[in-house]
């Protein structure tokens, strides 16, 4: 009786101290030119991540697409030392589309477990078998020249691999899922990866929705419903919001505008609801896709001051800013709340041994 109290209560309290809403940004290979980010590319990123003036929260884990450094067989990124370096949290990723098989993901990523160890296992939360794969065979991927996918049998082919390669290493109990685009999603042709993953990653751009009355005006309306539908589609395996965002410049998308105004509506509107409530990553801290004449970028100097202000609306839930002029400060209060919170919960547990 006192053991399962005790028991009990302490799952309740361990639940309760380690349950961590993830905060992030989405972060390419290359740079904005299609250079290859080196190290010290990956750590000025990461660092001005977690430094932005107002951050609402600290943005302190990364989406990776790949994990192998661009322009090599299967050297791992040099993302994971910056993260390792910067104590950033991963949700790693593996290229699945226009490759037969996914053994060199799986090689860059068993050389970084080997070289880096638990300085690196410890920092994953996800990973991620294939990006917008099943979009690019879809209709409107097909229609908008997205390049080479994959179809659902081939995104769980990999998925298995992945869980097979993995299951004797220290990466074994991560989460393993598939990021894609909401109307993949809702797609019942792709069911079979539903049942398949640990989480579903919904990629939602209402920026892009120009068959939907896509002005900044109609953005919340058209992110809501989208999300719904996946949640709706996907039932109880947990969604968490791989990339969202509105560009700042850029061409016109149907009825969307891609203005500097609007891409802070749509923080405000949005990212606000979601940022300490849902796992996020947003879209993003810095450009990487050189092919894409619209650009997000939130801070693309990485000098910590965002293009606009990233202070959420007072009512909108989101967690108060940082203010970054005294993150030391901050830092060591989150310590020290962290250690008061383990310190109570062992007050807890003994408590209910006496009782
Ligand atoms: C892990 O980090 C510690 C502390 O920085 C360091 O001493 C150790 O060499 C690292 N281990 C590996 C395998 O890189
Ligand atoms: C649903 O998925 C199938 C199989 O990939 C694809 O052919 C079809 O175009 C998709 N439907 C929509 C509306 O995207
Ligand atoms: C806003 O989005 C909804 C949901 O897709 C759509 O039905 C409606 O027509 C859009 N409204 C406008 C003003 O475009
Ligand atoms: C989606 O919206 C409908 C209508 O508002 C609601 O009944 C339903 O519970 C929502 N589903 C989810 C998964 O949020
Ligand atoms: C950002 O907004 C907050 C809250 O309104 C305000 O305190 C702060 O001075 C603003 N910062 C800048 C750089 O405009």
Not at 117 to 134: A, C, H, P, Q, R
Not at 240 to 266: D, K, R, V
Request: aromatic share 10%; with cysteine; net charge negative.
């Amino acid at each position: 009786m006192r053991a399962a109290t005790t028991i009990s209560l302490l799952a309740a309290l361990g639940g309760a101290v380690a349950q961590e809403v993830y905060l992030g940004f989405n972060s390419g290979a290359t740079t904005d030119s299609g250079a290859t980010k080196t190290q010290d590319d990956f750590e000025k990123e990461f660092q001005a991540a977690q430094k932005l003036q107002h951050s609402p929260g600290l943005f302190n884990s990364i989406r990776l697409y790949t994990n192998i450094k661009p322009k090599t067989d299967n050297d791992p990124i040099e993302a994971f030392p910056a993260a390792v370096k910067t104590n950033t949290k991963l949700l790693l990723g593996m290229w699945c589309s226009g490759v037969g098989t996914i053994d060199n993901e799986l090689t860059a990523l068993e050389k970084a477990i080997e070289q880096y160890g638990k300085n690196f296992t410890d920092l994953v939360i996800g990973i991620s078998v294939g990006s917008e794969d099943l979009y690019r065979v879809s209709e409107s991927g097909i229609r908008n020249n997205a390049g080479k996918g994959q179809d659902a049998e081939t995104i769980i082919a990999f998925i298995d691999s992945a869980r097979e390669a993995l299951k004797d290493t220290d990466l074994k109990d991560i989460p393993l899922g598939h990021i894609d685009t909401w109307t993949a999603w809702v797609n019942e042709s792709n069911t079979d990866v539903i049942d398949r993953v640990d989480f579903v990653g919904a990629n939602l751009f209402p920026y892009y929705e120009d068959d939907k009355g896509n002005d900044i005006s109609n953005a919340t309306t058209l992110f809501k419903d989208a999300l719904n539908r996946t949640e709706s589609a996907v039932g109880d395996k947990p969604v968490w919001i791989t990339e969202t965002g509105w560009p700042s410049t850029g061409p016109n998308f149907g009825q969307a505008t891609a203005t500097l105004e609007n891409a802070q509506t749509y923080w405000n509107d949005v990212g606000c609801t979601l940022f300490g409530r849902r796992n996020t990553w947003y879209y993003i801290l810095r450009d990487s896709n050189p092919d894409n004449e619209m650009k997000f970028a939130l801070d693309p100097e990485l000098d910590n001051k965002p293009i606009f202000n990233l202070t959420c609306p007072a009512d909108s839930g989101a967690p108060a800013s940082i203010n970054n002029e005294e993150s030391a400060a901050a830092s060591i209060t989150v310590s020290m709340m962290n250690t008061v919170a383990l310190g109570l919960s062992m007050v807890f547990a003994m408590a209910a041994w006496i009782v």
